[in-house]
């Protein structure tokens, strides 16, 4: 008898080389039911292997997106702060001329809201139908569809920014290439990932699992470390990874210990030079040529 979680059963799951350095030589980091997270032994990347082929993953992806109308506002106030820096870095690149903006993922397009106001050109891709038409509606243009079927000509941005979308895809490195070819030359990349192994590893030791890997839907568990190889394989220079802020949650409580806990991070780093285990991060990073 095989368990089936979200509809996949240890039969859909095959086993894979690291996506960053293509080593097979890995141990454990985590195990949750039938998924299992395995560290490379070479270069340290934390992936999910075995996993189900792209194509059975599309099919979960159906069940996955939720049927109601989630509370998007709330979502959209709890990424203030984090949009509000990530766009300071895109103003900061662009040095007083906004030029030409995707956001990869867009969801809702609440980042295309903050860029726009800015005097940006923005434009989103998104694959959720319901996310869309809500953006559509503000009069942003959000074509549907991945990276992976080229929806538009090389060198067309500025700025290409994708919030928690990293994490999920097949392939990071083919992905963050993608991203690169889309860049100008100079252009800047801006990429929001969930900071969780170091987490993870602590709160299990308490004897809590509070799900924060997700699998199947999280595939990649990057670290600074990691990320910043990713970003280097797929041609980025001057990568750089910060706090980048902090989510904002819709109960008093949970904003408190979030922008607590940012704010903490954000002073660690800036005394110490080094990132803060266990929050999300942003990292950026430059199409040279
Ligand atoms: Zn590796």
């Known amino acids: ?44 990347f934390v992936y999910l292997s075995p996993r189900p082929s792209q194509a059975k993953l599309i099919e979960c992806y159906q069940r996955y997106l939720p049927e109601e109308d989630p509370d998007v506002n709330a979502w959209g106030r709890m990424m203030e702060v984090i949009f509000s820096r990530a766009g300071d870095a895109a103003d900061r690149h662009a040095a007083g001329k906004p030029g030409d903006l995707l956001d990869v993922g867009t969801a809702h397009g609440f980042f295309l809201d903050v860029m726009r106001a800015r005097g940006w050109r923005v434009k989103g891709l998104e694959i959720a139908k319901k996310a869309i038409a809500a953006a559509r509606a503000k009069g942003h243009e959000v074509l549907e569809g991945t990276l992976d ?26 992905f963050l290439g993608r991203i690169r ?16 192994a170091p987490l993870v590893r602590f709160l299990m030791t ?7 890997y997700d699998p199947p839907w ?23 990874t910060s706090t980048g802020g902090w989510t904002l949650p819709a109960s008093p409580v949970g904003r408190t210990i979030s922008a607590t806990g940012g704010r903490i991070a954000e002073a660690w780093e800036a005394v110490l030079k080094r990132s803060f285990p266990g929050v999300s991060k942003t990292t950026t990073g430059i199409r040279k040529d």
């Open 218 to 240: 999280h595939l990649s568990q990057f670290e600074p470390g990691t990320i910043e190889l990713a970003m280097r394989r797929a041609g980025f220079t001057s990568v750089h």
């Open 1 to 44: 008898m095989h368990r089936k979680v979200h509809g996949l059963t240890e039969r859909d799951l095959l086993p894979i080389p690291c996506s960053l350095c293509g080593s097979t030589t890995s141990a454990r980091e985590h195990r949750r039911g039938i998924f299992e997270y395995r560290r490379c032994s070479r270069c340290r």
């Open 206 to 212: 308490l004897g809590e699992d509070l799900n924060l």
């Open 149 to 174: 079927s080229n929806p538009f000509p090389p060198a067309s941005f500025d700025v290409v920014s994708s919030f928690y979308v990293v994490e999920h895809v097949f392939d990071p490195v083919d």
């Open 181 to 196: 070819t889309l860049l100008r030359p100079g252009g800047l990349a801006i990429i929001r990932w969930p900071h969780t």
